[in-house]
């Protein structure tokens, strides 16, 4: 399939194989930013378009397209697979990736200095996310399902204007783009996650786990802006 330089990083990540893993690759916003052109979204970064199509091509080969299934199953499958799977995940893991700063920091090693900024960065990703997700399995979710369910038996749909200012939709995705930025900082933090020379496996295994839950953030944040709230705002409008 010829890559459309006009879509969106949003709809290619989500229907294209090997988007996801080129965008991951080139750090191509598609997540917070998914409603920008390839081209314009490739403009912002600075990178040439003819080479991020080329790394589409090339991953295409190996990378199946993962979330074009969630395009057409029922909303209240795809909130059941983010909870389960991305929500499980992100709260497991950045409650495992804080013990491991802290007992790194407590075994006297001086050799990495950034051990102080990545426990204060990750302490404010965790109390970021785990409220957003919260709110999300409180409030928007059951709406989403609710929703749906309406629109399927013809009954009348709620309705709280999912684009509205200051409402649970609008809420989540600014909470996205502030979770975003403070992975950046980890990824500065921690010069783009190469592994330190003569690191340790504890070390090692924290930069390729930071590695690991960006990848991951930037998917399930992709599935909720790109795919599930874009969904829902289409179905409110009837």
């Known amino acids: 399939m010829p890559v459309d330089q006009a879509a969106s990083v949003g709809e290619l990540a989500t ?25 314009d979204a490739c403009r912002a970064e600075g990178v040439a378009v003819g080479d991020v199509v080329a790394r589409i091509e090339q991953a295409a080969e190996v990378a199946p397209v ?28 950045l409650a495992r990736l804080r013990s491991l700063v802290a007992e790194l920091q407590e075994s006297g090693d001086t050799r990495w200095p950034e051990l102080r900024k990545l426990a204060t960065l990750l302490a404010e990703l965790e109390n970021e996310m785990i409220p957003h997700m919260v709110k999300e399995e409180r409030i928007l979710f059951p709406y989403v399902i609710e929703l749906e369910a309406r629109a399927r038996s013809g009954n009348p749909r709620p309705h709280i204007d999912l684009q509205a200012n200051e409402n649970p ?30 690191a340790t496996p504890a070390i090692a295994d924290l930069y390729d786990s930071l590695e690991r839950l960006e990848r991951t953030l930037h998917h399930h944040v992709h599935l909720e802006s790109n795919v599930l709230f874009r969904r829902a705002i289409e179905l409110e409008r009837g």
């Not at 988007?19 to 920008?36: E, K, N, P």
């Not at 993962?66 to 893991?93: C, G, M, N, Q």
């Open 66 to 93: 993962v979330d074009a299934v969630w395009l057409f199953r029922p909303l209240a499958a795809l909130v059941a697979h983010i909870v389960s799977h991305y929500h499980a995940f992100t709260r497991k893991e």
């Open 15 to 39: 229907s294209l194989p090997g988007a996801l893993r080129a965008f991951d690759d080139l750090r191509i916003d598609y997540c917070c930013s998914g409603t920008r052109s390839l081209a």
């Open 169 to 198: 939709l609008r809420v989540m995705m600014q909470e996205h783009r502030h979770a975003d930025g403070t992975l950046r900082q980890i990824r500065r933090a921690c010069a783009d996650f190469v592994t330190p020379e003569g």
